[in-house]
């Protein structure tokens, strides 16, 4: 009898572990196809939103540019009105009253992106410019990056001394802050800042002689090297980290003082045109008494000594006046008083009085934040400063500013140290402190004098203990506030930081806008 047996094979399996191996190959290669394809998108999404940063920048820069060529060579009024007018016909000023938009292009001409500018101008007293510049690229529009930058124009306020003169600080002076001259600087006692001077040697008109000095030099300096006209090897020029904690510059560029006579006439339209007050040269000038309720008090000074420039009389209405010798009218009119607050009386017919600016025009008059008081005169001020941002100006013809009148309690004392908080001095010749000033005497304030120079009364000044001055001094000529035995023994300067970002309204800056502030947002 014949038998069949079935055989048993496993083909089929080996179909089944193909197709199983083709499936799970299929998905790695998809998942690995895939995740290729993410990052080359990626990486270029990466790409467009690197080449969108940079057509930022790119709008910011140009925008700097742009600044440069249109505020070169105005005045500071004429700046102001550059941002005040909106010119349809030009755009100007871009991105301000509108935003502006520009292609940006390749080297080889082809535009490749585009960038979005808008900016924020300037507010009233201020040169802080903000623009905000936004830049995609045509291959990813979405891809938007977006930086602001911050402008400003370096102000004068911006050195805690600044001289077109040779200056000399003595081992006394400690120095926090930038200092500048255009002449040449010996300094022997303690600065926390930069040093720098324009030239890079120059000959001392104290310490004089045959040799030159550096431009910037101590007094254990040795001389600078003959024949060296700007640059010396090496070492030759010691770092004294003693004395220049800061560091020392020299040669450094001009800082030109002759363009603050235009600033000077901004500074008075300003103020006639209702942004401050102003007041002509009645007298021999005006005194002005600030307040910390934010109002003034103003006379006019008919009389004042030819040395110590202490006032000796006034213009109008007078407080505690007596009668002078021979006029023999009775206390009880308006030709004389005594211990009464009176109407008007003529210089001729009392003493000195005292100063009462009974008049609703002189008396508690507002002080304009940040605007301007104009006096085409000398001036003498004192008092507070608690909330306001004002500039006084002694603008007339060889006109000074005195302080340290040493009547009044916080005498040119600032409420708290922030920008709601400063006022300027500018004078179109002297800033000087009085010998009725305390024996102790700080100021909060930055000062200028255009043709003279900032520093003491030195006729008939006495020997002082101490100075302290927190904020900001250009003087044309040489300040001093040591003159032998005249003058404060010891002198403490203290550069006021706010003054870099809110200087006193219009007070005199530079005209070139420089990038103090970087963020993407």
């Given at each position: 009898?014949?038998?069949?047996?079935?055989?048993?094979?496993?083909?089929?399996?080996?179909?089944v572990?193909a197709?199983?191996?083709?499936?799970?190959?299929s998905?790695?290669?998809?998942?690995?196809?895939?995740?290729?394809?993410?990052?080359?998108?990626?990486?270029?999404d990466r790409v467009?939103?690197?080449?969108?940063?940079?057509?930022?920048?790119?709008?910011?820069?140009?925008?700097?540019?742009?600044?440069?060529?249109?505020?070169?060579?105005?005045?500071?009024q004429?700046?102001?009105?550059?941002?005040?007018?909106?010119?349809?016909?030009?755009?100007?000023?871009?991105?301000?009253?509108?935003?502006?938009?520009?292609?940006?292009k390749?080297?080889?001409?082809?535009?490749?992106?585009?960038?979005?500018?808008?900016?924020?101008?300037?507010?009233?007293?201020?040169?802080?410019?903000?623009?905000?510049?936004t830049?995609?690229?045509n291959?990813?529009?979405?891809?938007?990056?977006?930086?602001?930058?911050?402008?400003?124009?370096?102000s004068?306020?911006?050195?805690?001394?600044?001289?077109?003169?040779?200056?000399?600080?003595?081992?006394?002076?400690?120095?926090?802050?930038?200092?500048?001259?255009?002449?040449?600087?010996?300094?022997?006692?303690?600065?926390?800042?930069?040093?720098?001077?324009?030239?890079?040697?120059?000959?001392?008109?104290?310490?004089?002689?045959?040799?030159?000095?550096?431009?910037?030099?101590?007094a254990?300096d040795?001389?600078?090297?003959?024949?060296?006209?700007?640059?010396?090897?090496?070492?030759?020029?010691?770092?004294?980290?003693?004395?220049?904690?800061?560091?020392?510059?020299?040669?450094?560029?001009e800082?030109?003082?002759?363009?603050?006579?235009?600033?000077?006439?901004?500074?008075?339209?300003?103020?006639?045109?209702?942004?401050?007050?102003?007041?002509?040269?009645?007298?021999?000038?005006?005194?002005?008494?600030?307040?910390?309720?934010?109002?003034?008090?103003?006379?006019?000074?008919?009389?004042?000594?030819?040395?110590?420039?202490?006032?000796?009389?006034?213009?109008?209405?007078?407080?505690?006046?007596?009668?002078?010798?021979?006029?023999?009218?009775?206390?009880?009119?308006?030709?004389?008083?005594?211990?009464?607050?009176?109407?008007?009386?003529?210089?001729?017919?009392?003493?000195?009085?005292?100063?009462?600016s009974?008049?609703?025009?002189?008396?508690?008059?507002?002080?304009?934040?940040?605007?301007?008081?104009?006096?085409?005169?000398?001036?003498?001020?004192?008092?507070?400063?608690?909330?306001k941002?004002?500039?006084?100006?002694?603008?007339?013809?060889?006109?000074?500013?005195?302080?340290?009148?040493?009547?009044?309690?916080?005498?040119?004392?600032?409420?708290?140290?922030?920008?709601?908080?400063?006022?300027?001095?500018?004078?179109?010749?002297?800033?000087?402190?009085?010998?009725?000033?305390?024996?102790?005497?700080?100021?909060?304030?930055?000062?200028?004098?255009?043709?003279?120079?900032?520093g003491?009364?030195d006729?008939?000044?006495?020997?002082?203990?101490?100075?302290?001055?927190?904020?900001?001094?250009?003087?044309?000529?040489?300040?001093?506030?040591?003159?032998?035995?005249s003058?404060?023994?010891?002198?403490?300067?203290?550069?006021?930081?706010?003054?870099?970002?809110?200087?006193?309204?219009?007070f005199?800056?530079?005209?070139?806008?420089?990038?103090?502030?970087?963020?993407?947002?």
């Open positions: 009898m014949i038998s069949f047996k079935h055989k048993k094979t496993k083909k089929g399996s080996g179909l572990m197709l199983v191996m083709i499936v799970v190959v998905i790695i290669l998809t998942s690995l196809l895939s995740y290729i394809s993410s990052q080359i998108n990626y990486s270029r467009e939103r690197e080449r969108a940063f940079q057509i930022a920048e790119a709008g910011a820069y140009y925008y700097r540019w742009y600044l440069a060529h249109q505020i070169q060579g105005r005045t500071a004429q700046i102001a009105d550059f941002w005040a007018t909106d010119n349809v016909a030009t755009g100007d000023p871009l991105g301000v009253f509108r935003n502006y938009t520009a292609e940006f390749d080297p080889d001409g082809n535009a490749i992106g585009q960038y979005e500018l808008e900016v924020t101008p300037p507010s009233a007293g201020s040169t802080i410019v903000t623009a905000k510049s830049g995609w690229t291959k990813k529009p979405s891809a938007k990056r977006t930086v602001q930058v911050r402008f400003r124009r370096p004068w306020s911006e050195y805690i001394f600044l001289s077109d003169s040779y200056m000399n600080f003595g081992d006394q002076a400690t120095v926090y802050g930038k200092v500048h001259s255009n002449f040449g600087i010996r300094f022997t006692g303690k600065a926390y800042n930069t040093v720098s001077a324009r030239p890079s040697s120059f000959n001392d008109p104290n310490y004089g002689g045959s040799a030159l000095d550096f431009g910037v030099y101590t254990t040795s001389h600078a090297p003959s024949g060296e006209a700007s640059t010396w090897p090496s070492g030759t020029v010691k770092t004294w980290p003693l004395v220049f904690l800061g560091g020392r510059e020299f040669p450094t560029p800082v030109n003082f002759s363009g603050v006579s235009a600033d000077l006439d901004s500074m008075k339209t300003q103020a006639q045109s209702g942004n401050g007050q102003y007041y002509d040269n009645s007298g021999v000038g005006r005194k002005i008494t600030l307040k910390s309720g934010g109002t003034y008090d103003i006379c006019t000074v008919s009389s004042a000594t030819n040395n110590s420039r202490a006032i000796t009389g006034f213009s109008g209405f007078v407080r505690d006046a007596s009668p002078t010798s021979g006029n023999g009218a009775p206390c009880t009119t308006n030709i004389c008083c005594s211990g009464i607050a009176c109407p008007y009386i003529s210089n001729g017919h009392h003493n000195q009085g005292r100063c009462e009974l008049l609703p025009a002189y008396k508690d008059v507002n002080i304009v934040d940040n605007g301007v008081i104009f006096v085409d005169d000398n001036i003498w001020v004192e008092g507070p400063i608690n909330n941002r004002i500039a006084i100006v002694a603008g007339g013809t060889n006109a000074d500013i005195y302080i340290g009148l040493g009547a009044v309690a916080n005498d040119l004392r600032y409420a708290s140290y922030n920008c709601s908080n400063k006022i300027g001095l500018v004078a179109q010749r002297n800033v000087l402190i009085l010998n009725s000033c305390p024996n102790s005497f700080t100021v909060d304030a930055a000062l200028l004098a255009q043709n003279g120079l900032v003491i009364n006729n008939g000044f006495s020997s002082k203990t101490s100075l302290t001055f927190n904020g900001a001094i250009a003087s044309r000529q040489q300040p001093f506030f040591q003159h032998g035995n003058g404060f023994a010891v002198r403490f300067y203290n550069f006021d930081n706010d003054l870099l970002y809110c200087p006193p309204p219009y005199p800056t530079g005209t070139e806008y420089s990038i103090d502030q970087w963020d993407e947002l």
